[in-house]
């Protein structure tokens, strides 16, 4: 009996024009057949996801952005360490509502004046090499604190010293930021700029640390906590390449005779101008019109000046979004309101350390949203332009100290203070309404955020100092 044996053939086009065709396509790896969905005809290009943190650190230079928020943030807690020990120092020598309101803003105006000749110093050394010279000079001020002052008239002076760290300001946001792209600068210079939680570390280590070793030797301990800072910036930070190598003083300076730059220089002064001022008062405010103690005084002046730190990175990130100018005029309309009411709620201990916490998130905010337009203004001189709003602004944390001790010392009250800060945050808001107008017209997109093109162009009739300003030299 016979067999009959059917072969299969693996595929029922075997030496047809398609079979060949289709080993043609498996020698050429370049070619493929087209490949359709169910639907048919060709996949529509998918929308682009927000980036994720991962993303944004790989856009630019991780360790040198750590090193940068290290940095400010042990500089930022020197500056303020004065006004950390106010109540100890105020108690020392007996000083009256005006004394100690100009003692705590003797270091902050110093540091103001410290940052524009800091930030031209690092684009002809490089921020990198500036922010070390910075931090030596510190730790010889500190030391200087620790072995010599016991006056009234030293304690003066040692917060002219103590301003040499408040000139940090403009180096480690441009360092922070210059390795990341125009689309991120805003967070990253939030990250950078959180740095001023170091408000945090002076006001809850530095009253405690007084009590127990007397508030001269606390400058002696700060000066060794500045040695982690710089091993970290020598090891971990590298100079972004963002820097112009041959431009001329005046280039630098061209921000100076600008109408951006003043414009930019009087909203900062109640955005981080009120940070710091408060910052640096709320422990003798606390102290006197509560009488509670100088550690509880520290406390309650970390859990605001904590918020506003924590919110300047969520400031940048929304500004990225929705556009530095939006954020800058909520930001502002809040200031406002919480300013007044927590001059009005001075007999409440809880309520008004609610309030505190409510306006430093919102003066946060206002810092990280500013320094999101700042790059997009000033792409090659940010640094130069951040040290110079930032010298403006920080000037005017010297007004709240002052108008504070001088409200309570004629009035007894320190509600005119606040009044009048919250007058000058209104006429801010009054002025960005108006001249956003024409930076959206020129070098910012609607609301304040990054053109997509990378560029950034200023206005033909601007004044004399403006130019033409790119995202290359």
């Known amino acids: 009996m016979s067999v009959r044996r059917t072969v299969t053939r693996p595929d029922s086009n075997f030496c047809t024009p398609v079979w060949f065709a289709r080993r043609a396509l498996a020698r050429d790896s370049h070619l493929s057949w087209p490949r359709f969905p169910k639907t048919g005809g060709p996949d529509k290009p998918k929308e682009p996801k927000v980036a994720g943190f991962k993303t944004f650190l790989k856009a630019g230079h991780a360790p040198t952005l750590f090193a940068s928020f290290l940095y400010f943030d042990f500089t930022f807690a020197i500056w303020v360490l004065n006004g950390a020990m106010a109540p100890f120092i105020s ?36 921020r990198k090499n500036a922010a070390m010279v910075e931090m030596g000079l510190i730790i010889v001020a500190l030391l200087y604190g620790y072995g010599f002052v016991d006056t009234h008239n030293q304690v003066l002076a040692m917060g002219v010293l103590l301003g040499i760290a408040g000139g940090s300001f403009g180096v480690a946001l441009s360092l922070g930021s210059g390795w990341f792209p125009p689309k991120y600068k805003g967070l990253a210079m939030g990250i950078a700029g959180a740095g001023n939680s170091g408000t945090v570390l002076a006001v809850l280590f530095a009253p405690p640390l007084a009590v127990k070793y007397g508030w001269t030797t606390v400058y002696g301990l700060a000066a060794l906590t500045m040695v982690l800072p710089m091993l970290v910036m020598w090891f971990a930070a590298k100079e972004p390449p963002d820097r112009e190598e041959h431009q001329t003083f ?146 005017g944390g010297g007004f709240i100290p002052n108008a504070m001790g001088q409200s309570k010392q004629l009035a007894g009250t320190y509600l005119w203070g606040f009044v009048a800060f919250a007058v000058l945050a209104a006429a801010m808001l009054v002025m960005l309404r108006t001249v956003q107008i024409r930076w959206t017209r020129t070098w910012a997109e609607k609301g304040g955020r990054a053109r997509s093109n990378g560029t950034s162009a200023v206005p033909d009739n601007a004044d004399a100092g403006l130019r033409l300003q790119t995202g290359r030299p």
Request: net charge neutral.
């Open 91 to 126: 108690e020392a020598f007996h000083l009256d509502a005006a004394q100690k309101g100009f003692m705590v803003s003797v270091p902050i105006i110093a540091g103001a004046l410290m940052r524009f000749p800091l930030g031209v110093l690092s684009q002809y050394i490089g």
């Open 250 to 395: 005046r280039q630098h300076i061209a921000c100076l005779f600008e109408k951006d730059g003043w414009a930019f220089s009087l909203i900062y002064v109640i955005t981080f101008g009120g940070f710091i001022g408060l910052a640096s008062f709320l422990p003798t405010y606390f102290y006197d019109q509560f009488k509670v103690t100088k550690i509880e005084a520290g406390q309650l002046t970390m859990l605001a000046t904590l918020m506003g730190s924590a919110v300047r990175v969520v400031g940048g990130y929304v500004s990225d979004r929705i556009g530095g100018i939006n954020t800058l005029s909520i930001v502002l309309i809040g200031v406002c309101a919480s300013l007044v009411l927590c001059g009005l709620a001075g007999q409440s201990l809880t309520i008004t350390t609610l309030l505190f916490m409510l306006c430093f998130a919102m003066l946060g905010a206002g810092n990280g949203a500013l320094f999101q337009l700042v790059p997009l203004r000033w792409p090659l001189t940010t640094a130069v332009a951040g040290s110079m709003i930032g010298e403006i602004g920080a000037l």
